[in-house]
Structure formats: C-alpha cells, structure tokens
C-alpha cells in the first residue's frame, strides 16, 4: 500500500480535501520515517489478525442465521444500553445536538437493523430460477453465500451509523468484519473500541483504533471483501490495494451534490427543506446540497427566505444556537474559511470563530463555475449559487462535471422532474426534498462513477456482502441422459439439431400470469371432467 499512496499525484493531495483526513502527504512521510522492524512486526500483527478470523469464518460459525440475528440484536443491546455514551463521544467529536445524533446516528441504525433481523430469513432463502427444458429434471439453485473477512473502513463525519450500517449488512450475511473507524472521529472511534467487545463475538468481529501506519498496514492484509466510505482521493487508493488480491469492493464517496429551483416551487418549503439539509452537521454531509443552480429571480426569492429561515431557526446569533454542530477540525475549518474569499460574494452568514472552529451558514451570490469552491465538494455550511436561464443550461452544467451523488430538482413541472432524472447521470435521485431519501430503505444507496462503486441499505446491504452462488444439481436420470447424450461424440447434424432445440432461450411466463394459467388448467380439468360424467351418464341411459 506505500507504493500505492506513493504514486498518488502531488497535486490530488494538495488540491483536493481529504474526507477522511487522510493526508497524502503525510502519508508518504509517516511511511518513510517507520524502520522496517516496525512495519514487519506491524504487518504480522495484522496478518495473525485476519488470518485468526478466517479461521473462525471456516469453522463455520458464522453460517447459522440463528447465529446472525443473535449478533444484530446485541448491537441493537448495545445502542439501547449507552445511548448517553454516544450522546458524549458525538459531543465530543463534532459538539452535536442529541437530537441530531439521536435522530441521525442512533435510531437510524438500529431501524436499519430491526428490518434486518425481520427479513434476514426472507433474504437468505436460496433461490430456484426458472430453467430451460435441457434442464428439466435437474434442480437449479442460486446460494447466498458470504464472502468471509471484510474489511469495513467508516468515515468521521457520521462515525457511528456509517461505521455500523455496513458492518450489520456484513454481520447479516455472515461474514466476519474488521471495522476501522476514523482517527479524526476519535472520541467516537474509541467507544466502538471498548464497546463492541462487550457485546459481539470477538473471534468474528475486531476493531483496529489508529491512523494512516495502520490503514496502510490493514490494506496489504488479503480480504475478501472491501467497504470503504470517504472521498473519492482515497477511494482511489483502497481501489489500487483491492486490486493486488482482485478483491471486490464498495466505494462510497461523495461530490458536487446539485440544487436546481425553478420558479414553480412553493419557495418557503423549498428554502427550509435545502437549508435543512445544508445546515445538519453544518454541512458535513455526502450528501448534503452542494450548489443551488436558479436563475437570478429565483435567487433572490430564495436569499430572501433564506434569512428569515435562519433567524428562525438559530436566532439573531446562531453561534449562540446549541442546535448547530462544529466543523470537526483545524485543517477542515481552514479550508471553508478559505471559500469565504474570492468565491463570489456573502450574501447570507460569512461569521467564523476559529476558536469554536464555527462557521455560520452562509449563502454565496455572484459565483463563477471557475471560482475554488466549485471544483471540489464543500462538505461545510457554505451554499453558493450559480446563476442559468434555464432547466436545459442546468443539465448541460451538471454533466460537464463529474457524476454526483445525489441530483436534488425543486419543480411542481413533471416534465421538469423528467427532463432532469432522464438526462442526468447520478448515483440518486432526490424530488422538492433533500435528504430524505437517504431514509427510505428499499432505495438502493450509493454512487456512479467519482461518487462512488455498489450501493447498500436494507436488502441491499445484505445484498453487498453476499456472493449469489449459482448451482446446477444433476442427476442420473435415464431419459434425461438420452437427451443429453447428444452433446457427445461422434457429432451430427442431427444431434446438433435436438440440442439446439433443448438449449433454446424461451421466454417463461412471469408470475403475474401464474392465476390466469392455474385457473385455465382448472378450467380443463373440470371440462375432462365433466365429459367424462356426461359420457357415463349417457351410457348408462343407453343401458337402461
């Protein structure tokens, strides 16, 4: 992984922010600077690590789901039993409200893995696919199977749901997990360190506490599947070490999140639904609204609104507002504070104080697609507006960057909505909201392209961890082999002729047809039936 981290451009580490505070730089001086011992001993360490939990993976232990549910719901145990724990360390990390942290972080979680546990059986049953008539005495199956040690990297910004969710997905599918929180989140890092042993089987779950040495040594260890949250700089590099052992992974990073309003919308709900989604975790957020496309009359409707909605919610000083959380570090702090010059003008907000590391919401006009801000995610308070004429000048703006995460439109117009999710390609889709689809768990999570690799929550978690292992189970029957016996030498036209015919694709009647063709079937039946009553009938009239 050294060398992987060494080829990484300079100016991808300079230039881009690190999500996860994985400086590159620093990286290739903590790297050079460590003697070889360490890293030989470190890299044993980690080796007799994962290698003692593949060993509890092969033994099986993880393969009952009776055993899987047990696990889940000691997570579950466990949020329940030091929620004010979690209350203190997401206080500590980020100076987050409860309500947040509660609403967000903990009970978010443990729904996520209630509708687990209740569909775990449902998503475990091994499937029976349709077949084609070569196949008609033998049984075709497709096997959930998990893929063994996975390797769950989380991030800071929600550092205790977006750590978890994946490891209960990976749990679900009976995988044994090695979770590496983030160093930054350290408070919340250390929790999950302490905390999780007391609750979950030891020899199939561990948490590895530590910064860039130690991910660094984990990412050379051979897993067997890779889940990675972050930014896209990073994610480039958990790609590169992936590849060594041709492991799969799931990549979910992050973007330019877009905001397009037309002038159709109901502009108060509009303004309180993008600053709300702005402004919880003051902005540190995947998928937070990134920059409002409008044209200049919609803008100064939203400006407007937007300081009303603020004032309501933080008051005349929203420092003083114990509802707004911190920028999580120096090195983040500096960098937002950055935007607030030379990137347009401060229409709303602009006040900082480095001492709390805050920065009020704040709301940029007059900016230039070329301006700083605009070539990386923000991942802050700061919303600034682009001005365009219309919906086909948004569309042209947005696919002339990279894929985003998630498109959010703000339009009554369906053929509005339309236009936009037709011609934009983006990992979601997100209507007159922000946010909330994050929610729903039967929508597929995750990113296309710089946004990200795979999606995840609900089924689609589980769906994540688990290799779909198709099974064909023949046997010895007679006249199935007659038939199959023409795929021997010596060859024919013949043969070829009855084997084409066995092998051809047809198309099966899905189950919606299934009632009409039970009811045709009974229909008949009861036809044969009757005939043959009416045949006996007759006859015995003839008798008599």
């Given at each position: ?80 039993e030091t929620t004010s724990d979690i209350f203190a360390v997401l206080a500590s990390d ?154 799969p992974v799931t990549l979910e990073l992050g973007g330019k999140s877009p905001v397009y ?31 409002v496309l409008c044209t200049p009359e919609v803008q100064e409707k939203f400006v407007q ?240």
């Amino acid at each position: 992984m050294a060398e992987v981290i060494l080829n990484i451009p300079t100016e991808n580490a300079t230039d881009k922010s690190d999500i996860c505070c994985i400086d590159m730089q620093t990286a290739v001086l903590d790297i050079s600077k460590s003697s070889q011992t360490n890293e030989e001993k470190t890299a044993i360490n980690y080796a007799d690590l994962v290698q003692g939990m593949r060993d509890a993976f092969n033994s099986g232990k993880t393969r009952p789901i009776e055993w899987r549910i047990r696990q889940l719901k000691q997570i579950v145990k466990m949020l329940k039993e030091t929620t004010s724990d979690i209350f203190a360390v997401l206080a500590s990390d980020l100076r987050r409200h409860k309500f947040e942290t509660f609403i967000l972080e903990i009970d978010y979680t443990v729904q996520e893995i209630e509708y687990t546990i209740a569909h775990l059986k449902e998503w475990s049953v091994t499937e029976k696919p349709s077949k084609g008539l070569a196949y008609l005495f033998d049984s075709v199956e497709i096997r959930n199977d998990p893929y063994g040690v996975v390797l769950i990297i989380g991030p800071w910004n929600y550092p205790l749901q977006l750590a978890l969710v994946p490891v209960i997905g990976a749990i679900a599918a009976g995988n044994c997990v090695v979770l590496k929180p983030s160093e930054v989140s350290l408070a919340t890092a250390k929790y999950l360190k302490e905390t999780l042993p007391k609750y979950v089987d030891t020899e199939c779950f561990h948490t590895v506490l530590g910064g860039i040495p130690e991910t660094t040594e984990l990412l050379k260890q051979r897993f067997d599947y890779i889940f990675y949250t972050g930014s896209s700089v990073v994610g480039r590099i958990i790609q590169n070490a992936a590849n060594k052992y041709l492991t799969p992974v799931t990549l979910e990073l992050g973007g330019k999140s877009p905001v397009y309003i037309d002038n159709t919308v109901d502009m108060p709900m509009a303004v309180k639904r993008v600053l709300w989604g702005k402004c919880i975790n003051v902005g540190q957020t995947c998928i937070a609204p990134d920059y409002v496309l409008c044209t200049p009359e919609v803008q100064e409707k939203f400006v407007q609104e937007a300081k009303m909605t603020i004032k309501e919610w933080y008051g005349e000083n929203p420092q003083e507002s114990i509802d707004l959380t911190r920028v999580i570090a120096e090195k983040q702090y500096q960098r937002l504070v950055s935007y607030l010059s030379g990137n347009g003008k401060i229409a709303v907000g602009g006040d900082v104080n480095p001492t709390e590391k805050y920065i009020s919401p704040t709301i940029l006009i007059d900016v230039k697609p070329t301006d700083p801000i605009m070539q990386e995610e923000i991942f802050g308070p700061i919303l600034p507006i682009i001005n365009i004429n219309n919906a086909y000048e948004a569309i042209k703006f947005i696919n002339d960057g990279e894929c985003p995460l998630v498109l959010y439109v703000f339009s009554k117009s369906k053929r509005v909505q339309d236009l936009f999710v037709d011609q934009i390609r983006c990992g979601s889709v997100c209507i007159n909201d922000t946010i909330m689809h994050f929610g729903v768990e039967t929508l597929p999570f995750g990113g296309v392209g710089n946004s990200g690799i795979g999606a995840y929550h609900g089924k689609y978690t589980y769906d994540t961890f688990t290799h779909k292992k198709g099974c064909l189970i023949r046997n010895y029957n007679k006249i199935a082999e007659f038939l199959a016996k023409n795929r021997f030498p010596p060859y024919s036209d013949t043969k070829m002729k009855i084997l084409r015919l066995l092998l051809a694709r047809r198309r099966i009647p899905g189950k919606k047809y299934l009632p009409y063709l039970l009811a045709f079937g009974v229909g008949v039946l009861i036809t044969i039936g009757f005939k043959a009553i009416l045949k006996e009938f007759n006859y015995l009239e003839e008798q008599l």
